[in-house]
């Protein structure tokens, strides 16, 4: 599934980069032309998301015993990278067109081409945002967030040319330009953030942590009598959970079983999928950092 929605994303931006910089060319328009490294942009995005999540769900192997999950996550790092330098090109060659000046052409050609440029970004950027969205995909999701940024841009450079058509102030076309790497910028940064917290094996957020120990307390077995060492993480897709369960002493190791299977099964059902690991102790005195179960 994730493959046929990064593959729909290829063959969107693949078109519409071929009428932008046809349009361009033939316009002039700076503006347009920058909507054409944009879009080339997110169509290297689009190929690392598709490429990627055929590699994230390779099962886990020799070398890579904890699968390839996370390599959804270094594929939008690389992204956001390419947003940012794109938004340094951007910006440069308005400025050059500022200074040098220069004059548009064809401009209802240069407005219609962006105006579907707009409606068909944002109508795929729905569909691949969707889908990430049900798969938990992080490659799917930062493709759709710069389709979204692309139609963004697109209908802002779509009211530029419009402008310059009807007043014929040719400055509009650079400035709108440079105007447009301002939120590419913006995306870019946080994709990288957001992809670094995951790289670096950041904690699942405090909702998803407190559901876990809610899950835990939620034991009505007796046996278990507490719990230290939460530990989780994000790969991809996938959520990573393990904890120390201490259970009473004269628990028969069959019965521990039971419980941590039990346990992981409502720790998957309360996140919705997850790696659960669970490390079986002995009861001991409670040290700091350890909780107690069933008023003990």
């Known amino acids: 599934m994730k493959q ?34 944009h879009s080339s942009i997110d169509l290297v995005a689009s190929l690392v998301a598709f490429f990627s999540v055929r590699i994230a769900d390779e099962p886990a192997d020799e070398r890579h015993s904890y699968g390839h999950e996370k390599i959804e996550n270094l594929a939008a790092a690389f992204e956001a990278i390419l947003i940012l330098v794109g938004s340094v090109v951007i910006a440069f060659e308005a400025i050059r067109r500022l200074v040098t000046g220069g004059r548009t052409h064809l401009l209802g050609l240069g407005i219609g081409v962006i105006a579907i440029s707009a409606v068909g970004n944002l109508a795929v950027s729905v569909v691949v945002g969707r889908g990430g969205r049900r798969t938990g995909s992080p490659a799917l999701e930062g493709d ?8 963004a ?55 998803e942590t407190e559901a876990i120990v809610r899950a835990i307390e939620a034991v009505s077995d007796d046996a278990v009598v507490g719990f230290h060492q939460l530990r989780t993480r994000r790969g ?9 369960i201490q259970f009473r002493r004269g628990t028969s190791l069959e019965q521990a079983h039971r419980v941590a299977h039990e346990l992981k099964d409502r720790i998957d059902t309360v996140l919705g999928g997850a790696d659960v690991l669970i490390h079986l102790e002995p009861e001991d005195r409670l040290r700091p950092g350890q909780q107690a179960l069933h008023g003990d």
């Open 236 to 244: 991809g897709s996938q959520r990573y959970v393990d904890v120390h």
């Open 144 to 151: 759709a967030a710069h389709l979204r940024t692309d139609a």
């Open 153 to 207: 841009s697109s209908l802002f450079v779509l009211a530029a040319l419009v402008l310059v058509k009807l007043t014929g102030d040719q400055w509009i076309d650079p400035v709108a330009a440079l105007a447009v790497a301002g939120p590419i910028v913006i995306t870019g940064l946080r994709l990288l953030v957001r992809s670094g917290e995951v790289l670096v094996d950041q904690a699942l957020p405090a909702e």
């Open 4 to 37: 046929r929605i990064a593959g729909l994303s290829v063959a969107s931006n693949t078109t519409l980069i071929l009428l932008k910089f046809v349009a361009g060319a033939l316009t002039g328009s700076v503006a347009i032309l920058t909507e054409a490294v």
